[in-house]
């Protein structure tokens, strides 16, 4: 096994996950995702079913391209919400360019295989291509990221811009090991 140094996507795209506490405008990069979709209360049931589905494809491609020699850190998760209702969503962990669809059915068959839920079937792997946003970390519960997302709409508006698409955010804390008071989440969304 040769090793290399662990491709870093955050270290790589550092100005695309800054943290400003007023809103701000940036240029985000095409991305490529782990993607599944969901409905249903954030945080229930379903939510951390697909949350676990997520992440078990996420390790077992990471595991098999490191032991191939290209190591990388797997990324935070996050979530794409459409603007008017939080119960459909779809969760995501951002992924190299050098992931590709052979990995990702490689990994579907070695979870089911091993008789892990059948959801990790429901994984695909998605572009994003956000463009021009908004962006600002929320401090607090992801209750009262409305806002938030009402700071950065003003920011939008006076420079002549409008959201587009569904918001997304980038957790930054576990909420299993945080307080809801000190959640702190990025939250971006797409102007046009």
């Given amino acids: 096994m040769k090793t290399t140094k662990k491709l870093d ?20 990069s095409a991305a ?15 939510f951390q079913k697909k949350i676990g589905a997520l992440y078990n494809v996420a390790f077992t491609i990471k595991m098999a391209r490191k032991f191939a020699g290209q190591d990388y850190a797997v990324s935070k998760l996050e979530g794409l919400w459409p603007e008017d209702n939080r119960t459909i969503w779809t969760l995501c ?15 579907i068959r070695k979870l089911l295989d091993k008789g892990k ?15 021009r946003s908004v962006q600002m970390l929320h401090a607090g519960p992801y209750d009262q990221c409305g806002a938030t997302i009402e700071i950065m709409r003003k920011l939008a508006t006076s420079q002549g811009l409008a959201f587009r698409d569904a918001h997304h955010e980038i957790y930054l804390s576990d909420p299993r090991r945080v307080a809801p008071a000190k959640l702190r989440t990025i939250l971006r969304h797409p102007v046009r």
């Fill in 9 to 28: 996507l955050y270290a790589q795209y550092k100005s695309e996950y800054v943290t400003p506490k007023n809103p701000v405008l940036l240029q985000a």
């Fill in 32 to 46: 490529q995702y782990l993607a599944i979709d969901g409905r249903g209360e954030p945080g229930g049931p379903d």
């Fill in 117 to 131: 839920d059948p959801d990790v079937a429901e994984v695909e792997i998605r572009k994003l291509k956000e463009g």
């Fill in 93 to 107: 962990i951002r992924i190299p360019e050098f992931i590709g669809a052979k990995d990702l059915k490689d990994a």
